[in-house]
Each structure stands twice: as C-alpha cells, then as structure tokens.
C-alpha cells in the first residue's frame, strides 16, 4: 500500500507507542497536529460551536497524554483508539452521568510484547482503511454517518430521506462487506 | 473467557457506543464488554473503523494559540484511574458499587438483591440466587438484559454461566432457576418493573422495587 493516508497510520501508532514510553512531547506534538482539526470539524459536524469545539478537542488530545500508558498496540491502532476517546467525551458531555466503561486490559508492563501481533494488528487498521476506500459510495457514506458520526439510524434516515430498512441494509453490506475483506479482526 | 454463548447483539452495542443507551442497560454492556474477548473484538473493530474515518477525513484551522495551550496543558497532574474489577465484579460494576462489595438486601428464599440504580430510565441490581432455586416467574414490560457474574442459571431460553447475557423482550415470561454449585450473581437491568406473577401483590412491587 503506497496510499499516503495508509502510511500515516503506522507513524501515528509509532508517535504513541513513544508517549506512551518515553513522554515524548515531539512525539505527541505531531499527534496533534495530526489529530486535532480533524477532531475540532468533526466535533463541529456534531454541532458543537467553534469555542466549545476546541475546548474539547483540548480535552480530548490532554486525555491521550494522560492515557497513553493504556494504548495497547497488540489491540488498537492510534487513530482507532484516540477516536474512542473523542466518541466517549463528546458522549459524556450529552450525558447525565458519564458512559460506564469497560474494563482496562492488564497492564502492559505485566505483558511481553508480541511483535507479530502488534504487526498484524496495525496492518489490519491499514488494509481496514483500504477496504474502506474500495467500498461503495452509499455503504462508506452510511458507515461513516453510524460509526464516524455515530448518528443514530433514525437520524440518518431523516437526513437523507431513505427509509430506515435502506440505511440499516447499507450499514449492514459495508460491514460485511469489510468482514469479508478482513476476517481475521471482525468475528 | 472462551465459552460465552450469550451476546449482545448488534444494535444494543451500537446503541451503546452512541450514549443513548439508558444508564442501567449500558453498565451491563460495559460488563460484559469486560468478560466477553469476542464481543470487546467487535467494539474495538468498530472502534477502528471510526479511526480510520477520522484520519481521512476532513480538518477544520485551530485558533492560533491552540498548540501552544496544549503544550502547556501537559504538565496538569493526570486524573485518578477508574476503580479496577475485583473478584467476580468487572470494574464497571465495581464503579457502581463505588469500589465496596454489595451489600445485600434479603428478599425471600435465600434471595438477595442490591439496587445500583434505578430511576424513570430504568433499574440496575445485583441479584443472588441460592443454588436450585427459581427466581419467580415474571414477564417483562420492556427490555431486561442479564448478566451472570457468578454460578450459572436456565431458563426456556437456554443455560447461562459467567459473562453470559440474557436479553429478554416484553414478549419473554421466563422463569429462571440457578444452577447447581456456586451462588448464581447476576447483574439485571430493566427498563419497566418487571411483573411477578406469584411472590409479590403488584402493589407491593413499587415499595420492594424490583
């Protein structure tokens, strides 16, 4: 895969995996050169105003730094596992009581790393974003709206005007659409 | 961990990982995310999916200043962790208890319960169920998912061990039985009170709330 966006993925694992160790400021400065416009116009997509928009990218970026000890290459890639800290802030700022969380896996320290499944892992995320690209325009759109945007299925019904039984058959095709495509991660 | 049979499905996750998951419902999925390698593969596959839309998509200018704040912002003192699992309760549960064990409330026949929560949206307990012994039969008004912590129970639906979730719809009147060997402990969420039909006078029901 030559694909630019492809490429960048396993640098920005390799920029965490180095907060992660070593608290390396460079490192996480190219994180959020990276991450945080497209955080802050994904936020805004969710309509958050410009202000408020930022202080959570704010938010979110300081939770990466403090969390990094957490990120686990054998289960995550960096984009995938900073997109689930944004998806839970904006979710808790909607929220009366934050989202229940599951349990953090064991401490890495405690675990020797398997660099063949680190490696397979992170070359999943890649051929995952490959696949993504190869998918339909109405099956990538729906995707996106559910799992980028996290519209709920109502929503992106009224959105685009289709029926409902159309966006979940959509949903439902791109994802097995990438299953098919990678049946090593998705069960 | 290998041996779960019960999951949940596709739109209670998805439902979940947007925040319009009730409260009580969304502890249990936490749970079981916790307990079930498969199901927390499908979280974090969707997970990954949302990264890679997020580093193809498009980005929007950030106020100048906005790095520099950030830089600045690295020296702040980290919050303090979330509360860990301990013994047959995964850190979520553990939350809800507020890091204490249950302490349980004697509701008949050997049968206990906690309520974690409960409000318009919906109830969350731990019950504890002696070996052998039936849970009265009841149906639900709404939706109940449940998750077996310890033991085991079964019912017309099938036989539930650890991590196992039961999802049980309006249309369900089941009458679960534990399982022989240890105390079955289950975490049950509902979004309506259930409707027993032998144990309790309806009108009883508001004031032992389950």
Redesign the interface.
């Known amino acids: 895969m030559t694909n630019p966006v492809t490429k960048e993925i396993s640098a920005l694992s390799r920029d965490l995996i180095a907060v992660r160790d070593r608290r390396d400021r460079e490192a996480f400065g190219r994180l959020f050169d990276h991450f945080a416009p497209r955080l802050k116009a994904m936020l805004l997509r969710g309509g958050l105003r410009d202000g408020s928009a930022e202080d959570v990218v704010q938010d979110v970026m300081l939770a990466v730094w403090h969390k990094a000890a957490q990120f686990d290459p054998h289960r995550a890639d960096a984009a995938g596992w900073i997109y689930a800290i944004a998806r839970n802030r904006r979710i808790d700022l909607a929220r009366r009581k934050p989202l229940s969380q599951p349990e953090e896996m064991p401490d890495l320290p405690s675990l020797e790393p398997d660099a063949g499944q680190v490696l397979s892992l992170q070359q999943e995320a890649r051929e995952l974003a490959a696949a993504l690209s190869r998918l339909a325009p109405e099956q990538a759109d729906a995707l996106r709206a559910a799992y980028f945007d996290d519209l709920p299925q109502s929503r992106i019904s009224e959105m685009t005007g289709l029926p409902l039984g159309t966006i979940k058959s959509r949903i439902r095709l791109g994802l097995d659409r990438l299953r098919h495509e990678l049946r090593s991660i998705a069960p | 961990m290998t041996d779960i049979q019960h999951h949940i499905s596709d739109d209670i996750l998805?439902d979940?990982?947007?925040?319009?998951l009730p409260?009580a419902f969304?502890?249990v999925?936490?749970?079981h995310?916790?307990l079930c390698d498969?199901c927390?593969?499908?979280?974090?596959?969707?997970?990954?999916?949302?990264?890679?839309?997020?580093?193809?998509?498009?980005?929007?200018?950030?106020?100048t200043g906005?790095?520099a704040?950030?830089?600045a912002?690295?020296d702040?003192p980290?919050?303090a962790p979330?509360p860990?699992?301990s013994g047959v309760f995964?850190?979520?549960v553990m939350?809800?208890l507020r890091g204490r064990p249950p302490r349980w409330r004697m509701l008949g026949g050997g049968i206990r319960q906690q309520i974690l929560s409960a409000d318009r949206s919906g109830s969350l307990r731990l019950l504890y169920i002696p070996p052998g012994r039936a849970v009265p039969e009841h149906g639900h008004r709404g939706l109940e998912l449940t998750l077996v912590l310890q033991g085991s129970f079964a019912d017309s639906e099938g036989a539930f061990h650890r991590g196992d979730v039961e999802t049980a719809h309006d249309e369900i009147d089941h009458q679960p039985v534990a399982g022989p060997g240890a105390p079955c402990i289950c975490l049950a969420a509902t979004d309506a009170p259930l409707r027993f039909h032998a144990m309790l006078p309806s009108l009883l029901q508001p004031i032992f709330r389950i």
């Open positions: 998805d979940y990982r947007r925040g319009t409260h969304s502890v999925v936490a749970a995310l916790s498969e927390r593969a499908r979280h974090e596959t969707r997970d990954m999916i949302g990264g890679a839309l997020l580093v193809g998509a498009e980005a929007a200018a950030l106020s906005a790095r704040r950030m830089m912002a690295l702040t980290a919050p979330a860990r699992g995964p850190a979520p939350a809800e």
